[in-house]
Antibody
Framework: QAQLQESGPGLVRPSETLSLTCTVS????????CGWIRQPPGKTLEWMGY???????IYNPSLNGRVTISSDTSKNQFHLRMTAVTAADTAMYYC??????????WGQGALVTVSS | EIVLTQSPGTLSLSPGERATLSCRAS???????LAWYQQTPGQTPRLLIY???IRATGIPDRFSGRGSGTDFTLTITRLEPEDFAVYYC?????????FGQGTRLEIK
């Protein structure tokens, strides 16, 4: 049973870069789809992208190229980086993992607020 | 992008009643890769149904999913107090993966 834990700053200034890390225990990320889903307060869920060891990362086009997802298999971690944030990026950010595109495991979520 | 439209936006029912939630896709969802999630305030979404009709591990049999192509339904028979929550459908067949806007199931 894998467990995922997000970490990173809870407050980011507008126009700066949001960076989060997901640490996975109890299961290797090496052969999994790992990615991020976010949820603004009171709104629905938005898939941001996936990374998989055998392929290039795929991203949601709605994020306009601002997102990079990378992984460090030696640490069993993967990362989210989103540039040029605005208040609209304020959300709960969940890291997720699955054997396919269906999510098998969710992190608890990290609330990130964009504010000066 | 496949747009998922859920209806109704809010459903008001009493415990013991039957709930029927709809999810309509703007295009065919291949292989019926359609999931349903339940979310209560402050909690992570909980997977209920995947592949349109398969209950996830530990999900009570009062939850059932059906449908194919563009029309999908989640049915909850005999509502329990803990079932009042927000429900989301998700398609994971096509990139970008998309979610519906949610149906809020509230106590009448």
């Amino acid at each position: 049973q894998a467990q995922l834990q997000e970490s990173g700053p809870g407050l980011v200034r507008p126009s700066e870069t949001l960076s989060l890390t997901c640490t996975v225990s109890g299961g290797s990320i090496s052969t999994s789809f790992c990615g991020w889903i976010r949820q603004p307060p009171g709104k629905t869920l938005e898939w941001m992208g996936y990374i998989h060891y055998s392929d290039s990362p795929i991203y949601n086009p709605s994020l306009n190229g601002r997102v990079t997802i990378s992984s460090d298999t030696s640490k069993n971690q993967f990362h989210l980086r989103m540039t040029a944030v605005t208040a609209a990026d304020t959300a709960m950010y969940y890291c997720v993992k699955g054997e396919g595109w269906l999510v098998d495991y969710w992190g608890q979520g990290a609330l990130v607020t964009v504010s000066s | 992008e496949i747009v998922l439209t859920q209806s109704p936006g809010t459903l008001s029912l009493s415990p013991g009643e039957r709930a029927t939630l709809s999810c309509r896709a703007s295009q065919t969802v291949s292989v019926n890769y359609l999931a349903w999630y339940q979310q209560t305030p402050g909690q992570t979404p909980r997977l209920l149904i995947y592949d349109a009709s398969i209950r996830a591990t530990g999900i009570p049999d009062r939850f059932s999913g059906r449908g194919s192509g563009t029309d999908f339904t989640l049915t909850i028979t005999r509502l329990e107090p803990e079932d009042f929550a927000v429900y989301y459908c998700q398609q994971y067949a096509h990139s970008p993966i998309t979610f519906g806007q949610g149906t809020r199931l509230e106590i009448k």
